[in-house]
């Protein structure tokens, strides 16, 4: 076995869940409409933590769903968005056609909605409320530290990064950003850039770029994007992160 396979299988061995999550489908106000998502529930006693999980291109399919467990099973309640009214994309062609046809305004206000539904749950710690998204949901994932002030931790795998100081100016949340050095869309430069602009304006931020990493590099059905030993300590961070930001 590799080494790389056997250091991933560590890295995913320390990370194993704390509490068994249930899940449902829920149905909340986005403005005038009614939409849904999957919310998991972590066993136990609350209130927990809660976390906002973004999908990718793809739409809210059975990878992001799995993110979504996995992350409820260490502590937080997870509403896993779906930003796509249903539509699951099967092939890049058919994903970029959807991505394209959601309203950037619509998908903002249906995170904001998403925010205000975790806070108006019972068992959810309403100060410790947090996002996570990858790829387009990784962009979005930004989108929601910048219209949230109240978010307590924002994770941002591999999505797009804003440039206006001003802007930026309106994150509050501290960041995680997890980068792929070989992504032909974000180039490392314009990450380390997003970093020091962040931390310029006093922002608490951690960025890490993978060497050998490009685009995708954490979902395993990007068969030659995938890397395993990446994927794990990706997670790792990720984990620690919630643990000190939504957590203390």
Known sequence: MKKSTLFALALLLTATSLFAAESKTVTYKSGDESISGELYTPAGKGPFPALIVIHEWWGLNDWVKEQAQKLSEQGYVTLAVDLYR??????????????????????????????????????????????????????????????????????????????????????????????????????????????????KLGKKVEIKIYDDAGHAFENPNNKEGYRAADAADAWRRTVDFLESTLKK
């Open 86 to 199: 249903g539509k699951v994309a099967t092939t890049p062609e058919e994903a970029h056609e959807i991505m394209r046809g959601v309203p950037e305004d619509r998908a903002k206000r249906d995170l904001h909605a998403a925010f205000e539904f975790l806070a108006s749950q019972p068992n959810v710690k309403k100060d410790r409320i947090g996002a996570i998204g990858w790829c387009m949901g990784g962009g979005y994932a930004l989108d929601v530290a910048l219209q949230e002030p109240t978010l307590a931790a924002d994770v941002i795998n591999y999505g797009h990064l804003a440039t206006d100081p001003e802007s930026m100016k309106k994150i509050h949340a501290p960041i995680l950003g997890i980068f792929g050095a070989q992504d032909k869309g974000i180039p490392p430069a314009d990450v380390r850039n997003f970093g020091e602009q962040l931390e």
